[in-house]
Protein backbone atom coordinates (compact mmCIF):
# COMPACT_ATOMS: atom_id res chain seq x y z
CA UNK A 1 0.00 0.00 0.00
CA UNK A 2 2.58 2.21 1.05
CA UNK A 3 4.44 1.59 -1.93
CA UNK A 4 1.82 2.32 -4.07
CA UNK A 5 1.18 5.63 -2.82
CA UNK A 6 5.11 6.25 -3.31
CA UNK A 7 4.47 5.19 -7.23
CA UNK A 8 1.22 7.50 -7.69
CA UNK A 9 3.28 10.61 -6.37
CA UNK A 10 6.27 10.43 -7.94
CA UNK A 11 4.93 9.30 -11.33
CA UNK A 12 2.98 11.94 -11.31
CA UNK A 13 4.91 15.21 -10.62
CA UNK A 14 7.75 13.59 -12.33
CA UNK A 15 6.48 12.13 -15.88
CA UNK A 16 2.93 12.96 -16.19
CA UNK A 17 -0.01 10.40 -16.54
CA UNK A 18 0.58 8.89 -19.89
CA UNK A 19 3.78 7.49 -18.51
CA UNK A 20 2.02 6.69 -15.12
CA UNK A 21 -0.39 4.49 -16.79
CA UNK A 22 2.49 2.55 -19.07
CA UNK A 23 4.24 1.84 -15.70
CA UNK A 24 1.25 0.81 -13.50
CA UNK A 25 0.17 -1.83 -16.18
CA UNK A 26 4.31 -2.77 -16.46
CA UNK A 27 3.95 -2.96 -12.58
CA UNK A 28 0.87 -5.15 -12.74
CA UNK A 29 2.98 -7.14 -15.46
CA UNK A 30 5.24 -8.24 -13.02
CA UNK A 31 2.99 -8.82 -10.00
CA UNK A 32 3.91 -5.55 -7.95
CA UNK A 33 0.20 -5.23 -7.15
CA UNK A 34 -0.69 -9.03 -5.86
CA UNK A 35 -0.95 -9.26 -2.29
CA UNK A 36 -1.99 -12.22 -0.39
CA UNK A 37 -4.88 -12.71 1.94
CA UNK A 38 -3.86 -12.72 5.22
CA UNK A 39 -7.12 -13.64 7.30
CA UNK A 40 -7.37 -17.14 4.86
CA UNK A 41 -3.64 -17.85 5.98
CA UNK A 42 -4.11 -17.18 9.39
CA UNK A 43 -7.82 -19.23 9.03
CA UNK A 44 -5.96 -22.45 7.68
CA UNK A 45 -3.54 -22.45 10.34
CA UNK A 46 -6.21 -22.99 13.12
CA UNK A 47 -7.94 -25.30 10.55
CA UNK A 48 -4.35 -27.65 10.36
CA UNK A 49 -4.12 -26.70 14.35
CA UNK A 50 -7.49 -28.87 14.57
CA UNK A 51 -5.54 -32.70 13.40
CA UNK A 52 -3.66 -34.38 16.16
CA UNK A 53 -4.82 -31.96 18.82
CA UNK A 54 -6.22 -33.78 21.98
CA UNK A 55 -9.37 -33.25 24.30
CA UNK A 56 -6.93 -30.69 26.38
CA UNK A 57 -6.12 -28.80 23.19
CA UNK A 58 -2.36 -30.22 23.11
CA UNK A 59 -1.26 -30.73 19.56
CA UNK A 60 0.22 -34.19 18.38
CA UNK A 61 1.13 -33.67 14.41
CA UNK A 62 4.28 -36.00 15.28
CA UNK A 63 5.44 -37.62 11.82
CA UNK A 64 3.99 -40.79 10.97
CA UNK A 65 0.82 -40.55 13.61
CA UNK A 66 -2.74 -40.25 12.51
CA UNK A 67 -2.47 -36.25 13.49
CA UNK A 68 0.07 -35.71 10.25
CA UNK A 69 -1.82 -38.00 8.41
CA UNK A 70 -4.71 -36.38 8.50
CA UNK A 71 -3.32 -32.61 8.85
CA UNK A 72 -1.44 -34.28 4.79
CA UNK A 73 -4.69 -35.69 3.57
CA UNK A 74 -6.27 -31.93 4.49
CA UNK A 75 -3.27 -30.44 2.79
CA UNK A 76 -3.42 -32.24 -0.57
CA UNK A 77 -6.57 -31.52 -0.71
CA UNK A 78 -5.94 -27.67 -1.10
CA UNK A 79 -3.23 -28.26 -3.23
CA UNK A 80 -5.81 -30.26 -5.27
CA UNK A 81 -8.43 -27.40 -5.80
CA UNK A 82 -5.36 -25.20 -6.33
CA UNK A 83 -4.99 -27.17 -9.59
CA UNK A 84 -1.22 -28.41 -8.09
CA UNK A 85 -1.42 -31.85 -8.86
CA UNK A 86 -0.03 -33.03 -6.10
CA UNK A 87 1.95 -36.30 -5.78
CA UNK A 88 4.46 -37.94 -3.30
CA UNK A 89 7.93 -38.94 -3.36
CA UNK A 90 9.38 -42.07 -2.02
CA UNK A 91 10.93 -40.24 1.09
CA UNK A 92 6.68 -39.18 1.48
CA UNK A 93 7.58 -35.46 0.57
CA UNK A 94 4.22 -33.85 -0.92
CA UNK A 95 4.88 -32.43 -4.26
CA UNK A 96 2.80 -30.08 -6.56
CA UNK A 97 3.38 -28.25 -9.50
CA UNK A 98 2.25 -25.15 -11.53
CA UNK A 99 3.27 -24.47 -14.70
CA UNK A 100 4.85 -21.49 -16.41
CA UNK A 101 4.88 -20.04 -19.77
CA UNK A 102 8.61 -21.14 -20.46
CA UNK A 103 8.31 -24.99 -19.54
CA UNK A 104 12.58 -24.67 -20.59
CA UNK A 105 12.87 -22.65 -17.63
CA UNK A 106 13.70 -24.38 -13.87
CA UNK A 107 11.15 -24.26 -11.48
CA UNK A 108 11.00 -21.86 -8.20
CA UNK A 109 10.68 -23.94 -5.55
CA UNK A 110 9.02 -23.01 -2.21
CA UNK A 111 7.36 -24.92 1.14
CA UNK A 112 7.90 -26.41 4.56
CA UNK A 113 6.61 -28.67 6.73
CA UNK A 114 3.32 -29.42 8.38
CA UNK A 115 4.46 -31.90 11.18
CA UNK A 116 5.28 -30.84 14.44
CA UNK A 117 7.31 -31.89 17.45
CA UNK A 118 5.67 -33.72 20.13
CA UNK A 119 2.42 -30.88 21.61
CA UNK A 120 4.43 -28.42 19.63
CA UNK A 121 3.19 -24.98 18.45
CA UNK A 122 0.85 -24.13 15.60
CA UNK A 123 2.70 -22.08 13.17
CA UNK A 124 6.26 -23.90 12.86
CA UNK A 125 6.73 -25.01 9.58
CA UNK A 126 2.98 -24.71 8.64
CA UNK A 127 3.12 -20.91 7.74
CA UNK A 128 5.31 -21.26 5.16
CA UNK A 129 3.59 -24.07 3.77
CA UNK A 130 0.10 -22.82 4.15
CA UNK A 131 1.77 -19.67 2.82
CA UNK A 132 3.34 -21.16 -0.22
CA UNK A 133 -0.70 -22.50 -1.03
CA UNK A 134 -1.72 -19.16 -0.59
CA UNK A 135 0.48 -17.42 -3.27
CA UNK A 136 -0.34 -20.37 -5.71
CA UNK A 137 -4.35 -19.27 -5.37
CA UNK A 138 -3.07 -15.62 -5.69
CA UNK A 139 -1.63 -16.11 -8.49
CA UNK A 140 -4.88 -18.05 -9.78
CA UNK A 141 -7.18 -15.61 -9.02
CA UNK A 142 -4.97 -12.92 -10.61
CA UNK A 143 -4.83 -15.34 -13.69
CA UNK A 144 -1.28 -14.57 -12.98
CA UNK A 145 1.09 -16.91 -14.91
CA UNK A 146 4.97 -16.64 -13.94
CA UNK A 147 7.46 -17.68 -16.86
CA UNK A 148 8.99 -20.34 -14.27
CA UNK A 149 7.35 -23.31 -13.80
CA UNK A 150 6.62 -23.05 -9.75
CA UNK A 151 7.03 -26.12 -7.21
CA UNK A 152 5.36 -26.28 -3.50
CA UNK A 153 7.08 -28.83 -2.00
CA UNK A 154 5.75 -29.88 1.84
CA UNK A 155 8.84 -31.88 3.26
CA UNK A 156 7.90 -35.37 5.50
CA UNK A 157 9.21 -35.63 8.50
CA UNK A 158 11.04 -32.29 9.22
CA UNK A 159 10.85 -32.28 12.79
CA UNK A 160 12.68 -35.78 13.24
CA UNK A 161 16.14 -34.64 11.64
CA UNK A 162 14.41 -32.87 8.15
CA UNK A 163 14.42 -36.72 6.90
CA UNK A 164 12.40 -35.59 3.35
CA UNK A 165 14.90 -32.82 2.47
CA UNK A 166 17.80 -34.88 3.35
CA UNK A 167 16.27 -37.84 1.30
CA UNK A 168 15.62 -35.36 -1.54
CA UNK A 169 20.02 -34.35 -1.56
CA UNK A 170 20.54 -38.06 -1.27
CA UNK A 171 21.83 -37.84 2.73
CA UNK A 172 19.36 -40.62 3.76
CA UNK A 173 21.06 -43.98 3.76
CA UNK A 174 19.69 -47.08 4.22
CA UNK A 175 20.98 -47.65 7.61
CA UNK A 176 19.68 -43.75 8.72
CA UNK A 177 15.94 -45.29 7.30
CA UNK A 178 16.49 -47.97 10.47
CA UNK A 179 16.34 -45.12 12.68
CA UNK A 180 13.32 -44.76 14.98
CA UNK A 181 11.29 -41.86 14.75
CA UNK A 182 9.51 -40.67 17.15
CA UNK A 183 6.15 -42.13 16.12
CA UNK A 184 7.99 -45.58 17.42
CA UNK A 185 8.17 -46.12 13.80
CA UNK A 186 11.42 -46.69 12.06
CA UNK A 187 12.01 -44.08 9.66
CA UNK A 188 11.13 -46.19 7.23
CA UNK A 189 7.89 -48.04 8.03
CA UNK A 190 6.50 -44.31 9.03
CA UNK A 191 7.71 -43.13 5.25
CA UNK A 192 5.84 -45.75 3.95
CA UNK A 193 2.53 -44.63 6.15
CA UNK A 194 2.55 -41.33 4.49
CA UNK A 195 2.85 -42.66 1.09
CA UNK A 196 6.48 -42.69 0.31
CA UNK A 197 8.34 -45.68 -0.67
CA UNK A 198 11.99 -46.75 1.13
CA UNK A 199 12.36 -49.51 -0.55
CA UNK A 200 13.02 -46.87 -3.66
CA UNK A 201 14.29 -43.94 -1.72
CA UNK A 202 16.87 -42.81 -4.17
CA UNK A 203 13.75 -42.31 -6.48
CA UNK A 204 13.29 -38.94 -4.87
CA UNK A 205 16.91 -37.23 -5.17
CA UNK A 206 16.79 -33.71 -7.08
CA UNK A 207 20.24 -32.97 -8.98
CA UNK A 208 21.96 -29.98 -8.42
CA UNK A 209 20.00 -27.38 -10.74
CA UNK A 210 16.65 -29.17 -10.98
CA UNK A 211 15.10 -26.41 -9.13
CA UNK A 212 15.98 -22.55 -10.14
CA UNK A 213 16.10 -21.48 -6.56
CA UNK A 214 14.46 -22.52 -2.85
CA UNK A 215 12.66 -19.91 -0.86
CA UNK A 216 11.04 -21.01 2.54
CA UNK A 217 9.23 -18.64 4.82
CA UNK A 218 9.40 -19.80 8.53
CA UNK A 219 8.51 -17.84 12.00
CA UNK A 220 11.84 -16.88 13.59
CA UNK A 221 11.60 -19.26 16.66
CA UNK A 222 13.41 -16.64 18.71
CA UNK A 223 12.64 -13.39 20.23
CA UNK A 224 15.21 -11.31 18.03
CA UNK A 225 12.82 -9.50 15.73
CA UNK A 226 10.02 -8.90 18.64
CA UNK A 227 12.79 -7.59 20.46
CA UNK A 228 14.37 -5.04 17.82
CA UNK A 229 10.92 -4.82 16.44
CA UNK A 230 12.23 -5.59 12.86
CA UNK A 231 9.34 -7.41 10.43
CA UNK A 232 11.64 -9.28 8.11
CA UNK A 233 14.45 -11.82 8.79
CA UNK A 234 16.61 -12.76 6.18
CA UNK A 235 18.76 -15.74 6.97
CA UNK A 236 22.20 -15.91 6.33
CA UNK A 237 22.96 -19.20 7.42
CA UNK A 238 21.37 -22.04 9.35
CA UNK A 239 23.29 -24.31 12.21
CA UNK A 240 24.34 -27.81 11.79
CA UNK A 241 22.92 -30.35 14.12
CA UNK A 242 24.53 -33.36 15.57
CA UNK A 243 22.88 -35.94 18.10
CA UNK A 244 24.58 -38.41 20.27
CA UNK A 245 22.39 -41.38 22.60
CA UNK A 246 25.28 -40.94 25.88
CA UNK A 247 24.71 -44.36 28.10
CA UNK A 248 25.71 -44.03 31.50
CA UNK A 249 26.43 -47.67 33.04
CA UNK A 250 26.97 -47.87 36.68
CA UNK A 251 25.42 -50.76 38.81
CA UNK A 252 21.93 -50.99 40.06
CA UNK A 253 22.06 -52.13 43.51
CA UNK A 254 19.92 -52.34 46.74
CA UNK A 255 19.06 -48.53 47.90
CA UNK A 256 18.99 -49.34 51.42
CA UNK A 257 21.31 -51.53 52.10
CA UNK A 258 24.25 -50.15 49.47
CA UNK A 259 26.52 -47.76 51.67
CA UNK A 260 27.05 -44.34 50.59
CA UNK A 261 30.79 -44.83 49.23
CA UNK A 262 29.78 -48.27 47.72
CA UNK A 263 27.40 -47.10 45.11
CA UNK A 264 28.11 -46.89 41.02
CA UNK A 265 25.13 -44.72 40.71
CA UNK A 266 24.30 -43.70 37.08
CA UNK A 267 22.35 -41.14 37.54
CA UNK A 268 25.24 -39.47 39.71
CA UNK A 269 27.54 -39.51 36.75
CA UNK A 270 25.17 -38.32 33.98
CA UNK A 271 23.87 -35.11 35.94
CA UNK A 272 27.57 -34.27 36.46
CA UNK A 273 27.91 -34.76 32.68
CA UNK A 274 24.69 -33.01 32.16
CA UNK A 275 26.12 -29.82 34.09
CA UNK A 276 29.38 -30.34 32.27
CA UNK A 277 27.88 -29.86 28.55
CA UNK A 278 26.21 -26.59 29.68
CA UNK A 279 29.77 -25.75 30.99
CA UNK A 280 31.28 -26.75 28.05
CA UNK A 281 29.21 -24.74 25.64
CA UNK A 282 29.57 -21.79 27.81
CA UNK A 283 33.40 -22.06 27.96
CA UNK A 284 33.75 -20.61 24.24
CA UNK A 285 32.60 -17.53 22.81
CA UNK A 286 29.67 -17.64 20.22
CA UNK A 287 26.56 -18.76 19.38
CA UNK A 288 26.52 -22.17 19.88
CA UNK A 289 24.18 -24.50 22.14
CA UNK A 290 23.93 -27.59 23.91
CA UNK A 291 21.16 -29.96 25.09
CA UNK A 292 20.77 -32.53 27.25
CA UNK A 293 16.78 -32.67 25.86
CA UNK A 294 16.41 -36.32 27.18
CA UNK A 295 16.64 -38.80 29.84
CA UNK A 296 15.98 -42.49 30.62
CA UNK A 297 16.99 -43.86 33.82
CA UNK A 298 17.12 -47.45 34.24
CA UNK A 299 15.61 -49.50 36.53
CA UNK A 300 13.50 -46.59 37.64
CA UNK A 301 12.47 -47.25 41.11
CA UNK A 302 12.58 -45.15 44.68
CA UNK A 303 14.29 -48.36 46.08
CA UNK A 304 16.93 -49.16 43.10
CA UNK A 305 20.02 -47.02 42.48
CA UNK A 306 20.30 -46.19 38.85
CA UNK A 307 22.24 -48.71 37.10
CA UNK A 308 21.98 -47.39 33.54
CA UNK A 309 21.08 -44.07 32.19
CA UNK A 310 20.75 -43.07 28.66
CA UNK A 311 20.93 -39.32 27.59
CA UNK A 312 19.98 -37.53 24.28
CA UNK A 313 23.03 -35.15 23.77
CA UNK A 314 22.71 -32.18 21.17
CA UNK A 315 24.95 -29.76 20.03
CA UNK A 316 24.27 -26.53 17.04
CA UNK A 317 26.53 -24.41 15.85
CA UNK A 318 27.26 -22.60 12.11
CA UNK A 319 30.63 -24.16 12.50
CA UNK A 320 31.32 -28.04 11.72
CA UNK A 321 34.23 -28.02 13.37
CA UNK A 322 33.59 -25.84 16.39
CA UNK A 323 30.74 -29.10 17.02
CA UNK A 324 33.39 -31.39 16.96
CA UNK A 325 35.46 -29.22 19.37
CA UNK A 326 32.94 -28.94 21.80
CA UNK A 327 32.24 -32.63 21.76
CA UNK A 328 35.94 -33.81 22.11
CA UNK A 329 35.99 -31.63 25.23
CA UNK A 330 32.57 -33.09 26.50
CA UNK A 331 33.69 -36.94 25.70
CA UNK A 332 37.09 -35.56 27.45
CA UNK A 333 35.65 -34.47 30.99
CA UNK A 334 32.81 -37.86 30.70
CA UNK A 335 35.96 -40.32 31.13
CA UNK A 336 37.10 -38.13 34.24
CA UNK A 337 33.38 -38.27 36.00
CA UNK A 338 32.92 -41.76 34.61
CA UNK A 339 35.88 -42.77 36.35
CA UNK A 340 34.75 -40.50 40.14
CA UNK A 341 31.66 -42.21 39.85
CA UNK A 342 33.27 -45.99 38.93
CA UNK A 343 30.68 -45.78 35.59
CA UNK A 344 31.36 -45.94 32.28
CA UNK A 345 30.10 -43.45 29.96
CA UNK A 346 29.90 -44.42 25.98
CA UNK A 347 28.79 -41.97 23.14
CA UNK A 348 26.57 -43.13 20.18
CA UNK A 349 26.47 -40.60 17.07
CA UNK A 350 23.29 -40.75 15.60
CA UNK A 351 22.82 -41.16 12.13
CA UNK A 352 20.69 -38.51 10.16
CA UNK A 353 22.48 -35.21 10.86
CA UNK A 354 22.39 -31.85 9.69
CA UNK A 355 25.74 -29.94 8.13
CA UNK A 356 25.55 -26.03 8.53
CA UNK A 357 24.59 -24.34 5.44
CA UNK A 358 25.14 -20.53 4.14
CA UNK A 359 22.12 -19.16 2.37
CA UNK A 360 22.54 -17.36 -1.44
CA UNK A 361 23.83 -14.19 -0.98
CA UNK A 362 21.97 -12.93 -3.92
CA UNK A 363 18.99 -14.60 -3.01
CA UNK A 364 19.63 -12.88 0.67
CA UNK A 365 19.46 -10.07 -1.34
CA UNK A 366 16.45 -10.32 -3.35
CA UNK A 367 14.27 -11.27 -0.15
CA UNK A 368 15.50 -7.31 1.62
CA UNK A 369 14.94 -6.02 -1.75
CA UNK A 370 11.63 -7.33 -1.88
CA UNK A 371 10.54 -5.99 1.72
CA UNK A 372 12.20 -2.98 1.73
CA UNK A 373 9.71 -2.34 -1.27
CA UNK A 374 7.13 -3.53 0.50
CA UNK A 375 7.79 -0.85 3.17
CA UNK A 376 9.17 -3.51 5.89
CA UNK A 377 11.88 -3.15 7.86
CA UNK A 378 14.76 -6.05 7.97
CA UNK A 379 17.37 -7.96 9.81
CA UNK A 380 20.26 -9.71 8.08
CA UNK A 381 20.11 -13.14 11.19
CA UNK A 382 21.35 -16.58 11.55
CA UNK A 383 18.67 -19.41 12.14
CA UNK A 384 19.33 -21.50 15.27
CA UNK A 385 16.50 -24.37 14.72
CA UNK A 386 17.11 -26.44 11.51
CA UNK A 387 15.40 -26.50 8.57
CA UNK A 388 14.50 -28.41 5.02
CA UNK A 389 16.12 -25.54 3.48
CA UNK A 390 19.78 -26.13 4.96
CA UNK A 391 19.95 -29.28 2.52
CA UNK A 392 18.25 -27.78 -0.43
CA UNK A 393 21.26 -25.26 -0.63
CA UNK A 394 23.26 -28.40 -1.58
CA UNK A 395 21.22 -28.29 -4.76
CA UNK A 396 20.01 -25.17 -5.84
CA UNK A 397 20.44 -21.48 -4.46
CA UNK A 398 18.52 -21.31 -1.15
CA UNK A 399 17.29 -18.60 1.12
CA UNK A 400 14.65 -18.29 3.96
CA UNK A 401 12.50 -15.41 5.38
CA UNK A 402 11.44 -15.36 8.97
CA UNK A 403 8.97 -13.03 10.69
CA UNK A 404 8.59 -12.73 14.66
CA UNK A 405 7.76 -15.15 17.21
CA UNK A 406 5.55 -13.50 19.63
CA UNK A 407 7.93 -14.06 23.11
CA UNK A 408 10.37 -15.78 20.98
CA UNK A 409 8.98 -19.18 22.13
CA UNK A 410 8.52 -22.07 19.58
CA UNK A 411 8.12 -26.05 20.11
CA UNK A 412 5.72 -25.11 22.59
CA UNK A 413 1.82 -24.58 22.18
CA UNK A 414 2.36 -21.16 23.12
CA UNK A 415 4.15 -20.33 19.87
CA UNK A 416 2.50 -17.45 18.02
CA UNK A 417 2.70 -15.01 15.36
CA UNK A 418 0.50 -12.52 14.48
CA UNK A 419 -1.82 -12.64 11.10
CA UNK A 420 -0.42 -9.66 10.27
CA UNK A 421 3.07 -10.63 10.69
CA UNK A 422 2.17 -13.51 8.72
CA UNK A 423 0.99 -11.75 5.98
CA UNK A 424 3.88 -9.47 5.78
CA UNK A 425 6.32 -12.39 5.38
CA UNK A 426 3.87 -13.85 2.74
CA UNK A 427 3.57 -10.86 0.82
CA UNK A 428 8.08 -11.14 0.87
CA UNK A 429 7.81 -14.45 -0.44
CA UNK A 430 5.16 -13.08 -2.80
CA UNK A 431 7.30 -10.62 -4.49
CA UNK A 432 10.37 -12.22 -4.03
CA UNK A 433 9.38 -15.36 -6.25
CA UNK A 434 8.01 -12.73 -8.39
CA UNK A 435 11.44 -10.85 -8.50
CA UNK A 436 12.71 -14.38 -9.27
CA UNK A 437 10.31 -15.20 -12.01
CA UNK A 438 12.23 -11.58 -14.07
CA UNK A 439 15.75 -12.92 -13.48
C1 LIG B 1 13.64 -28.12 14.05
O1 LIG B 1 12.74 -27.34 14.28
C2 LIG B 1 14.82 -28.10 14.87
O2 LIG B 1 15.49 -27.05 14.86
O3 LIG B 1 15.06 -29.06 15.59
MN1 LIG C 1 10.19 -25.75 11.20
MN1 LIG D 1 10.55 -27.12 14.50
Known amino acids: MQRRTFVKKSSLTLMGMGVFGSLLSNNKKAGVGLSVNGKRIESRIFELAKFGRDESGHGYRVAYTK ?69 IEVLNENNFVTEHPLEVIIFGNEEGGTIGSKAMVGELTTDGLQQKSQSGLTLAEGIRTIGGNPDNIQSCIRQKGDLHTWVELHIEQGGILEKEKIQIGVVEGIVGIVHWEVTVEGFANHAGSTPMNMRQDALLAASKFILTVNEVINSVKGNQVGTVGKIAVLPGAYNVIPGKVVLGLEIRDLSAEKIEMLFSEMEKRAATIAKEFKTTISFLRQPNESKPALTNKALQQTINTSAKALGFSTKFMQSGAGHDSQHIASITPAAMIFIPSVGGISHSPKEFSTATDMANGANVLLQTILKLDKE
Open 67 to 135: GDIEGRSWFIELMKKAGLDPTIDAAGNIIGKRKGKNPSLKPIGFGSHIDMVPDGGNYDGTLGSISALEI
